[in-house]
């Protein structure tokens, strides 16, 4: 998994044997992942890599995130409940996302032509960093360290195979990823985690 910026625009996010090679979904759809990067640059947010990603922060905060996929790529809204999506333009990654996050984008040439309206959502989402705003937690609902929460919004398949753990095997994540300390170490334990959660065990299972 790369940790370089560049190298997501170069090469890929080096998540899958494709990384590096013409058949990598960033190559595939490298013009538009361009475009969404200049725009995101030009509203002011700072750019850095996390998941293999692209990822924009502003206040401290996770703004947005870039993914690419074969049929399509994509900027992911952190905090996605809080957005008012007033043009209707954002969608649920998959059926296991609570709140429509992403503006979806199956053309290169899409985010050019979106250009107003996303430098919009953006700028909404950058005034929710900025004031602190947070989705209030729901009933009943673990508290996830930051990292996790980031991680499942950021990813659509790790998402939907968490919420389809038992509760007692979410708990064990929850507390295995949070003792960690340090967020570098949090995020390293994520990854890890991942093939697991996908598998459907918790942290205590073999």
């Given at each position: 998994?790369i940790?370089?910026?560049?190298?997501?625009?170069?090469?890929?996010?080096?998540?899958?044997?494709?990384?590096?090679?013409?058949?990598?979904?960033?190559?595939?759809?490298?013009?538009?992942?361009?475009a969404?990067?200049?725009?995101?640059?030009?509203?002011?947010?700072?750019?850095?890599?996390?998941?293999?990603?692209?990822?924009?922060?502003?206040?401290?905060?996770?703004?947005?995130?870039?993914?690419?996929?074969?049929?399509?790529?994509?900027?992911?809204?952190?905090?996605?409940?809080?957005?008012?999506?007033p043009?209707?333009?954002?969608?649920?990654?998959g059926?296991?996302?609570?709140?429509?996050?992403?503006?979806?984008?199956?053309?290169?040439?899409?985010?050019?032509?979106?250009?107003?309206?996303?430098?919009l959502?953006?700028?909404?989402?950058?005034?929710?960093?900025?004031?602190?705003?947070?989705?209030p937690?729901?009933?009943?609902?673990?508290?996830?360290?930051?990292?996790?929460?980031e991680?499942?919004?950021?990813?659509?398949?790790?998402a939907?195979?968490?919420?389809?753990?038992?509760?007692?095997?979410?708990?064990?994540?929850?507390?295995?990823?949070?003792?960690?300390?340090q967020?570098?170490?949090?995020?390293?334990?994520?990854?890890?985690?991942?093939?697991?959660?996908?598998?459907?065990?918790?942290?205590?299972?073999?």
């Amino acid at each position: 998994m790369i940790t370089g910026i560049e190298d997501f625009f170069a090469k890929g996010c080096g998540r899958c044997a494709r990384f590096d090679t013409p058949d990598c979904s960033a190559m595939i759809w490298a013009q538009g992942l361009a475009a969404l990067r200049r725009i995101c640059l030009g509203a002011g947010l700072v750019e850095t890599a996390k998941w293999g990603h692209p990822c924009y922060m502003h206040a401290g905060r996770n703004v947005v995130l870039i993914g690419a996929l074969r049929g399509d790529f994509r900027l992911v809204f952190f905090h996605a409940g809080l957005m008012a999506d007033p043009l209707g333009i954002l969608e649920r990654q998959g059926p296991n996302t609570r709140h429509p996050d992403m503006i979806r984008f199956t053309d290169a040439g899409q985010p050019a032509a979106m250009e107003q309206a996303i430098g919009l959502y953006l700028a909404e989402a950058m005034g929710h960093a900025e004031a602190g705003r947070v989705m209030p937690k729901e009933t009943g609902e673990v508290e996830l360290p930051p990292e996790l929460a980031e991680a499942l919004e950021a990813d659509a398949e790790l998402a939907g195979a968490f919420h389809a753990l038992t509760p007692g095997r979410r708990k064990s994540w929850v507390i295995q990823i949070g003792q960690a300390k340090q967020v570098a170490t949090r995020i390293a334990r994520i990854e890890r985690a991942r093939p697991a959660i996908m598998a459907g065990k918790g942290a205590l299972d073999r």
